[in-house]
DNA sequence: GTCTCTGCAAATTGTTTGCAAACTG
DNA sequence: CAGTTTGCAAACAATTTGCAGAGAC
């Protein structure tokens, strides 16, 4: 059974703000910054926790820190190869409607993610200068 | 200028195998057992060199030891939720030829990765014992 | 009251780095 | 021989865990 707690509050207020896709630090950072004793072990219990009850959704990077999501309605993102900033796409190529269960024969498919790697706008225009 | 040495051979004779997406450790352990003192070191510093210069591709794993690729053709994968096991899927979603660089308003988008995540064949006959 | 959640510190996991010696072209 | 690669050990980064006390239902 899951408890609602005020770390646990903050969290899940970061992550209902639209097209926001934090890391665990600066997750971490905001709510220490409102809650001054959480500690780091906290936020990531909490993430894990909300995670694997379906409220939110993580992002893997392959490198540096994970990121969150909110928004459980499916969609994809694409990731800037230089800041990381992540954002929302919504594309439809079709997949989400698809039924998944055979597009990999031998495979119960029961998800996909689809993330789209480039230089975000802050960054083409750093880059140019 | 990128040199050639038996544990770089190694590993891109491992990945030369088709549908073969073994992670560090996995190659780590391959190269070791027929060049005893190699240190995981090299092994890692091999898989970065031969990323970068595109001759491998990295497949970045959320959680544990990332995967590589030898075959440098675009294509998908799907992943074993349960033990991690990684295939090829060969899909025509158009995305490939697609031109990326429109897909994200303000996102130059160079590349993409579509990974569908379900059971593998074993683990579901495992799961039904 | 019971079971979950918390902060803290220590432990783990996957990966990277500094160094002097060995190897490659 | 100049520049790259190696093994080793130590350093790192992100995450997880053990514990005793505080908090939620």
Known sequence: MIKRSRPKDEILRILSVPD????????????????????IATVYR?????TSSGMIIKLERGSGSSRYDGN??????????????????WLNHGLGDKDLSDVVPGFEVSDYTLE???V???CAKRKKN
Not at 72 to 89: A, F, P, R
């Open 20 to 39: 926001h896709h934090p890391t665990t630090e600066e997750i971490f950072a905001e709510v220490k910054s409102l809650l001054p004793d959480t500690g």
């Open 46 to 50: 909490n993430l894990e926790k909300l």
């Open 72 to 89: 459980l309605v499916k969609h994809d993102h694409c990731v800037c190869k230089i800041c990381g900033k992540t954002s929302d796409v």
């Open 116 to 118: 789209f790697f480039g």
């Open 120 to 122: 975000c706008g802050e």
